[in-house]
C-alpha cells in the first residue's frame, strides 16, 4: 500500500493543485470574456444592416393607410391591395423616419410617396427634396404640394438630367435602383430599388446630397 | 540557509514545473490555431467584396484605349482623358468579365461601352443584353451593332418601361444605379453607379436577369 506521507505523492499533489488553479482562473477569465464577446455580439444583432431589394412593378398599388396610416384602412370597399409587396415595403421605409429625409429623385409624380413626405415633415422630420427641374413642370409633379406643405425643394437648372433616385433615411439607411416616384413605375415598369443599411456606402450618397444640395442653392445660383 | 533537499522546495519546483509545462503546450496551441486563423484570413482579404459607388458626370470623357485596349492609346491627340474617372472604372469592370455578362439597361447609346461588350464576346464572354424595346429604335441605339456581332439581346413588347440599369459580371459584381449607357449620363447628367460583390444581393439581380431573359424570350412570345 502506497504511503499518503510519501514525499512524491505530496510533489505530486502539489503539481496538479497548482496546475487546477491555475486552469481555474484562466477560464473564469475565458468566461467573462466570452460573456463580454456575446453582449457586443447581441449589440450588433440588434442594429443588423438592412440588405433588401424591392423589384416592381406590383401586381396591385399598396394601400398606404393599411400599411402606414395611423388609424390603418377603415374603406370596407378599399380598391387597393392589403397584401405585402414592394410599395409597401416602401411605405414602411420612408414612415420609419425618425429625424431626415434627404430624397434626391428625378420625377416625383406618385401622390401616396409625396403624401408620406408631407407627414413626415409634420412629425417634424427634416425633409429635404432634390428633383430634376424640368421634372418638376410635368402634369402630376407633387413638387408644387411639397413646396406648398413647407418642405424645401431645390432643382437643377441645367439641361442635363439631375437623373439619380435615391434617399438617404435618418443617415442610416440608402434606398437606390432605377426607381422613379410614379405610378408607372410602381404597377407597369420593370424597375429596382435597393435598401442598404451599409455604413460607408450610405455616407457616400449623403457627401452627394449635400454637394448638390448646395450646388442647387437658388441663394447662389440666382 | 535554506537547503536545496527540502521537502516543500521540492513540492513546489515540481508545481512550478508542472505549471509552466502545461502553460507552453497550451501557447504553441494557441500560436498554431492563430497562425490558421491568419491564413484564412488573408484568404478572405484577397476576395475582398467590392463595395464601390460611382459618381457621375465625369469632366472629360475617358479614354477608351488608354484605360482597357490591348496596346493602350497611341494617339498623340487624343482628345479624351488619360486621367482615372468614374467611366474609365466602369471600362474596368466590365473588360473584368472573365465569363459571363449579364446586361439590363434601359437605353444603350454609348459606342465605347457597347464596343466593350463585343470585345467580351469575342473574347468569348457569354454576353446577353435585355434592353427596353422603344429605346432600341432611338437614334445612337447601339443595340443593332450588338445583335450584328452576334449578341442575344431580348427587349420587352409592352408600353411600360424595361426600366432596369443593371449589370451582373461573371455572377459575382453587381453594377446598379441610374446610370444609363448615353453619353449624356457620362458627362451631362447627376448619376450614380454602384459597384457591389455582396453574394446574397447579386444573386438577387441573377434572378431578376432570368426571370426577365424568359419573359421576353421571343419564341415564347411570338
Redesign the interface.
Known amino acids: 500500500m502506497i504511503s499518503f506521507s510519501s514525499?512524491w505523492v505530496?510533489?505530486?499533489f502539489?503539481?496538479?493543485?497548482?496546475?487546477a488553479v491555475?486552469?481555474l482562473v484562466y477560464f473564469t477569465y475565458r468566461k467573462y470574456k466570452r460573456r463580454k464577446w456575446q453582449t457586443n455580439q447581441n449589440e450588433s444583432e440588434s442594429r443588423k444592416v438592412t440588405?433588401e431589394?424591392l423589384?416592381f412593378?406590383d401586381d396591385r398599388v399598396a394601400c398606404k393607410d393599411y400599411f402606414v396610416g395611423e388609424d390603418g384602412c377603415n374603406n370596407n370597399d378599399c380598391r387597393f391591395t392589403h397584401f405585402p409587396n414592394s410599395l409597401s415595403r416602401l411605405y414602411e421605409f420612408i414612415n420609419g423616419a425618425k429625424g431626415r429625409l434627404d430624397v434626391c429623385v428625378?420625377v416625383i409624380c406618385c401622390i401616396d410617396l409625396a403624401d408620406l413626405l408631407i407627414a413626415a415633415h409634420k412629425r417634424h422630420v427634416l425633409v429635404r427634396v432634390i428633383s430634376d427641374g424640368e421634372q418638376t413642370e410635368i402634369t402630376g409633379s407633387q413638387i408644387w404640394n411639397l413646396r406648398k406643405a413647407g418642405i424645401a425643394v431645390r432643382t437643377?437648372k441645367?439641361s442635363?438630367?439631375?437623373?439619380?433616385?435615391?434617399v438617404v433615411i435618418d443617415d442610416q439607411l440608402l434606398l437606390?435602383?432605377?426607381f422613379n416616384w410614379t405610378r408607372?413605375?410602381i404597377s407597369?415598369?420593370?424597375?429596382?430599388l435597393?435598401a442598404l443599411g451599409?455604413k460607408?456606402?450610405v455616407s457616400?450618397?449623403t457627401n452627394?446630397f449635400e454637394r448638390?444640395w448646395n450646388a442647387f442653392d437658388p441663394q447662389k445660383n440666382g
Request: hydrophobic residues 35%; contains cysteine.
Open positions: 514525499r505530496k510533489v505530486c502539489g503539481a496538479i493543485t497548482f496546475g491555475s486552469e440588405e431589394v423589384f412593378p428625378f437643377n441645367s442635363f438630367l439631375m437623373h439619380h433616385k435615391f437606390n435602383g432605377s408607372q413605375a407597369g415598369n420593370q424597375e429596382n435597393m451599409n460607408r456606402i457616400l450618397y452627394e448638390l
